[in-house]
């Protein structure tokens, strides 16, 4: 049972490329997120999913597009990278219910020179 | 909007002894789960203590227990007898509804041998 799933787990981008974060999980989740954790900011949400198909903007959604074709995966990209989007990004799962806590992926540093 | 503060940046402990991080939110909510979540240097995202506001029993695992106090709208997690991996980054959530999770900015923890 891998959990939440996240690749890559290092990158390095230029200024103005673009590029995808794949998340998969394997434990049948409605919910899937997309984290970035800064120094000193803890985890802001930029993006999630309540459903195949569905997306929601999160607290910090500019520079970011994501989609959910299928249940278990829900991709992050970046069309044009930005220095300031250099930051550890982390994907999440989880039931709908509230009471259900949500299941985290090891984490992708990005760096974006 | 739901917020959760964390006014301890960071925290130290002697090994084996008793340590309390605060974490305080506001909510307009009656009905809703608060967690404690532990990030060590591995930067894995784990599950520590989960409370839900309906219960006035604090929720306790092992050495980490909670102290619940839903009036005052706080949520301060205890960890007993310290040990050397304790040492972390800290992050109270709260989640209500069909919502994401809302983090504080964490504290960080050193336990010193």
């Known amino acids: 049972n891998a959990g939440v799933t996240q690749t890559p787990k290092f990158r390095v981008l230029k200024t103005g490329q673009s590029m995808t974060l794949l998340c998969a999980q394997d434990?049948?989740?409605?919910?899937m997120y997309w984290y970035r954790q800064d120094p000193g900011m803890g985890l802001r949400l930029i993006h999630y999913?309540?459903?195949?198909?569905?997306?929601a903007k999160g607290e910090v959604p500019d520079g970011y597009n994501v989609s959910r074709l299928k249940k278990q995966n829900f991709l992050l990209g970046l069309e044009s990278a930005a220095p300031s989007q250099t930051s550890v990004y982390f994907c999440?799962?989880?039931?709908?219910?509230?009471?259900?806590?949500?299941?985290f992926g090891d984490g992708t540093r990005l760096s974006i020179l | 909007a739901q917020t959760v503060t964390q006014s301890q940046p960071e925290m130290s402990v002697q090994e084996a002894e008793t340590v309390t991080l605060s974490c305080t939110y506001d909510?307009?909510?009656?009905?809703?789960?608060l967690f404690w979540y532990k990030q060590p240097p591995s930067r894995q995202m784990i599950l520590v203590i989960r409370q839900e506001a309906y219960k006035q029993q604090n929720a306790t695992e092992n050495r980490f227990s909670v102290n619940f106090q839903k009036a005052a709208k706080s949520f301060s997690l205890k960890i007993s007898d310290s040990q050397l991996g304790d040492a972390a980054m800290y992050f109270c959530?709260?989640?209500?509804?069909?919502?994401?999770?809302?983090f504080g900015k964490g504290t960080r923890l050193s336990v010193i041998a």
């Open positions: 434990m049948n989740h409605e919910y």
């Open positions: 959530a709260y989640r209500s509804g069909n919502t994401p999770l809302v």
């Open positions: 999913s309540v459903g195949e198909g569905t997306t």
């Open positions: 999440a799962s989880s039931y709908r219910q509230s009471y259900q806590p949500q299941h």
């Open positions: 909510t307009s909510e009656s009905d809703y789960y």
